[in-house]
């Protein structure tokens, strides 16, 4: 159960990754759907970082210049590297939490207390979530060498093919605006929920069954009983006129007639 949820929020309550956690095919066909997608967009972006000046498609940019009246060429490019640590901040702050979460998900699918189903779950949820998410940093690496000329453009070249990688969270939101009870039936959370009623109702047959054998075994013992004469012996009550029983009453010692005889001449004296 420790592990389910680490897992569902390693690789996103918000985000339709988490279907892969969840039984449901058609949720699953929702996640890879999704991918498929980022990965499609973001190939769009390796394609223009192609160095190839006779393909319309790259966005590639030439940044040498030989002036007619020089023997030298200048190159015009004036990215630095500070352009490359903003870049780098970036990245790791938006890329580096998917793959650690991913590693760690592709870890706990090798351990042996869960079963297949869930060991395939967890690997494929997380092999999945590193992989676009290195994908990202790779595209991102190559279109900025080939496009960006200056710090500002490597920037906003990084914020925009960063945003493909939220995709998975906005369609999620689309998803539970439309329906949300619908999301809430791929969600793993409710596989869960149906695995803890189920074995609530497991626990509660079982004590039925206890309460039935003992309730047999104690029909059992009567009957023994019964067959071997052992009555219960009855208590007598306690009789208050008994005198024997009654602790305020105070028994007179009897005088002799000696005592009287000298009580009588004390009297006198």
Not at 25 to 37: E, N, R, V
Not at 68 to 94: E, K, S
Not at 223 to 230: A, Q, S, T
Request: aromatic share 10%; with cysteine.
């Amino acid at each position: 159960e420790r592990d389910n949820k680490y897992a569902l929020n390693a690789i996103g309550e918000g985000s339709v990754y988490q279907f892969f956690l969840g039984k449901s095919w058609f949720g699953w066909t929702i996640a890879l759907a999704t991918i498929s997608a980022q990965i499609y967009m973001l190939f769009v972006f390796v394609v223009g970082a192609e160095i190839d000046v006779t393909d319309d498609r790259t966005d590639f940019v030439y940044t040498w210049k030989c002036p007619r009246d020089q023997d030298d060429c200048q190159d015009t490019i004036d990215l630095d590297w500070l352009g490359w640590v903003a870049f780098a901040i970036l990245m790791v702050a938006h890329l580096s939490k998917d793959i650690i979460h991913g590693s760690q998900m592709i870890v706990l699918s090798g351990k042996e207390r869960h079963d297949r189903h869930a060991r395939i779950r967890f690997f494929s949820g997380g092999t999945l979530l590193t992989s676009v998410s290195l994908f990202t940093l790779f595209v991102s690496t190559i279109y900025n060498m080939a496009i960006a000329t200056s710090n500002t453009e490597i920037i906003m070249n990084s914020v925009v093919i960063l945003f493909i990688n939220d995709v998975d969270e906005l369609f999620y939101e689309t998803l539970v605006v439309i329906n949300s009870r619908w999301v809430e039936g791929m969600s793993c959370e409710k596989d869960r929920l149906g695995e803890v009623l189920k074995e609530n109702s497991e626990l509660k047959n079982k004590v039925k069954r206890v309460e039935s054998e003992v309730d047999e075994l104690r029909r059992k013992m009567t009957r023994m009983e019964e067959m071997m004469g052992i009555e219960e012996t009855p208590t007598a009550p306690q009789d208050d006129d008994d005198p024997t029983l009654r602790t305020d009453i105070v028994e007179e010692t009897p005088t002799t007639p000696q005592d009287d005889n000298a009580i009588e001449g004390k009297k006198g004296e």
